[in-house]
């Protein structure tokens, strides 16, 4: 595939705009914006954070774009869309494969605990940018740019970045 940073740009430009990210925000809030190119496709998105004093992370608002050229099934590409940004957020905020003397320690989902519903806000977007007639593939394509979203917004709202993943209790520090 080639790579078209029009394309990028309208993406970026768009998540932007629909999360209003010039607006001024209270202190401890912030907006994050990321965007990606991957499988001919284009991702993006733009996440609101709110984090207490006492480091309590909560994600307020989340926008996410897809551009792959010509959505085929619509409800599929908006469900790989919604999916892929869960498990990005999931993976960013703690999930974590340790080994200790060469073993896996996690187990199964009760020792590597994905993220829960209420850990996702209910103003959670997502939208299709069709760009031509041309299908591209929209396979993870939520994946990559929510964390770097995420982290750009912790960002924002406190001034410290955030260097490892998981996230864990980074802020509580």
């Not at 829960?116 to 069709?130: D, G, N, T, V």
């Not at 939520?142 to 955030?162: D, E, K, V, Y």
Request: proline content about 6%; aromatic content about 8%.
């Amino acid at each position: 595939p080639t790579f078209n940073p029009g394309r990028l740009s309208r993406l970026t430009r768009f998540v932007a705009e629909r999360i209003d990210y010039p607006r001024a925000r209270p202190k401890g809030t912030g907006v994050g914006i990321a965007a990606h190119f991957t499988f001919g496709g284009y991702g993006a998105h733009a996440i609101e954070v709110s984090v207490s004093d006492d480091g309590e992370l909560s994600i307020e608002r989340i926008v996410a774009a897809m551009d792959c050229g010509f959505a085929v099934h619509p409800n599929a590409v908006e469900a790989q869309l919604q999916g892929g940004t869960v498990d990005g957020l999931s993976t960013a905020l703690g999930l974590e494969i340790t080994v200790r003397d060469g073993q896996i320690v996690q187990s199964n989902f009760h020792d590597y605990p994905l993220a829960k519903i209420a850990a996702f806000p209910a103003r959670f977007e997502s939208h299709i940018l069709e760009y031509d007639g041309k299908p591209t593939g929209v396979g993870e394509m939520g994946i990559p740019s929510a964390a770097p979203a995420l982290t750009n917004a912790i960002f924002a709202a406190t001034g410290q970045r955030i260097r490892r993943l998981p996230i864990g209790d980074q802020l509580k520090t």
